[in-house]
């Protein structure tokens, strides 16, 4: 199937080759019939791609500073590597389509493969998305008409957050589609509209909404709406404009009566004066998107609505209560539409709405498909560019297309001289892009057909968490060797059905622990090494802090950081005692409530042969304080692994302190070492009982850490 994605870096939008994406859980496939778009938000990538580097960085200072902290903390090199990545990795346009449902996931909120709906799926001739965030189309609606929804869902959520009622006057400031669109929803809703622009097409078309159109280029826009309300003001106005410059929420508070409500649906300054709010006492609201629901984890991804009697009125809510308007003839938003674009010309409409043509409704058009579910070979792609090896061992296949594989594992991947033959990501395109960028010979949204390609001797998983245990056992039980990113496993069951399932195939099992492998990791074993007593290890983990309802804080999907993330280190100690593990405490922080902060904790461990060592795993620290320090103290010596960029010593032999070289935290010599072993048949580079022991109490880490009373 195609897909239009956009170049961050040079603004380009393109047609790209991708795999029809799989259903499952709580998700729709969905084959689309319209998009629409989004004329202000996509308008505002495509010239964010199109700016210069320098223009770029003007427009977002914030990521200027994370970008100059990180150089400070972890080299220009490193830093430069990771904005080209950003910017070089393609972004999916678009989030109003309307189509007809091709499969549906058992926990899909019951619909069913037939149904016409509309999601905020991308431009793409198949998308999937949520049930949640998908809503049936009533008969007597079409598919073009259905596209603008998620545009309209907008603007009612901002009249929903100004809660006008019966005969109140409200402003509409912005006639662009949103703001077209909410005079409307406001004139089905029996107020009387002002809107205010600038051109005069979108005022004669708000002035055929009844509305009193308003020029906003003729003298003040405030003096004109106190005129029109008899010098009372408007009861609440509506910000559906895109500015930078402040004035827009000056002049809707003086447009305000008295107690009147503000409510931002768009963009503007927001360097607000306090008398213009004082005086008035005015309240003054930022709508979220289409609604309740929006950027939940819980509930987009997780698919767990809201109950009704206690949240009327949800993202897909607002979705249904917009196209009950248009089946009720009360929202006309095909009076819009100033462009069609079949979806194979999808770039020329991109041209149109950057360039100085007018035009406000731009509607892509699809091919009728059948509404059928596509042949299992359109699940595979064949990229133009795939560099097709003739390796018979070594040839991988791999399981996840996120960041951490395409920035940093198949890189180092790819300088082993593995074969990379298929790459899987269960929407697709985050795996297309990834196999064009690598040369995979297939890309694929099923994971079963990779698993049974005979030529893949290896394979790597690299998704979610969750996932990585029942990955890993289907594919040791296919004949393959399988190294997993950590961590191996959220549960000891699942530890223990991997060690069977190893035990019964003779296949090779790792786990990505790719700090032991760091250079300087190596120079600490080294001196470590003949030690007379017991070493002592530090290990301060500046980890960064994760929102509380990201999927890796999630028990059950990500295992909570503790084990999903400390895990790293608790290894990298195992690795530096050279001893097992004998015993682990944890202690976490506690908010002022008295619950234990899982994600600040500190980790004692204790070893066979006396040693120990303290992980302090911290989520509180600053972004511009070093990320990772390892200190060792043994036998009157120490040395300290410094972001793994420099290694200090103190009372052995080597200068006390080094220049930094570029930070290596393993990953490359862990992989060269690992595709050795596959194609030479010798052991895992990580011995497997170490694999188990550090795994296993890296669960028990974690549970401690969530249960501690």
Sequence with gaps: MKQLLQQLNTGETRLVDVPVPRAGGNTLVVETRATLVSAGTERM??????????DKARSQPDKVKQVLDKVRTDGLAPTLEAVRAKLDAPIPLGYCQAGVVVEAGPGAGGFRAGDRVV??????????????????????????????????AIGLQGIRLAAPTLGETVVVYGLGLIGLLTVQLLRANGCRVIGIDRDPGRLALAGRFGAVALDGAAGSVSDAVLAQTGGVGADAVLLTLASDSDDPVHQAAAMARKRGRLV??????????????????LSFAVSCSYGPGRYDPSYEEGGQDYPLPFVRWTEQRNFEAVLQLMADGALDPLSLVTHRFPFDRAPDAYEV???????????????????????????????AAALTGAASTGVVGLIGAGNFAVRTLLPALRETGARLHTIASSGGTSGA????????ERVTTDVDALLATPEIDTVFVLTRHDSHAGLAERALAAGKNVFVEKPLALREDELDALAARVAESGKLLTVGFNRRFAPLAAEAAGLLRGRAGPVSIVATVNAGMIPRDHWTQDPRTGGGRITGEACHFMDLCRFLAGAPIADVRVTPARGADGRPIDDIAHLSMAFADGSTAVVHYLSSGARSYPKERIECFWDGKTVAIDNWRRLQRFGVPGPWWERGRAMDKGHAEELRVWMDAVRGGGAPPIPLDQVWEVSRWAILAGRMARDAG
């Design 45 to 54: 990538l495509v010239e964010f791609g199109r700016a210069n580097l320098l």
């Design 119 to 152: 999601t905020n799926g991308s431009h793409a001739e198949y998308v999937r998305v949520p049930h949640t965030l998908a809503a049936r189309v009533p008969q007597g609606v079409t598919d073009e008409a259905a596209a603008f929804t998620p545009l309209a």
């Design 264 to 281: 931002l649906v768009g963009v503007t300054g927001l360097n607000l004066r306090r008398d213009d709010f004082y005086r008035k006492e």
């Design 353 to 383: 709405i950057s360039g100085g043509e007018p035009s406000l409704g731009v509607v892509l058009t699809y091919p009728d498909r059948g509404g059928v579910l596509p042949r299992p070979a359109e699940r595979v792609l064949v990229p």
């Design 433 to 440: 892009v990834a196999g064009e960028k690598f040369g995979f």
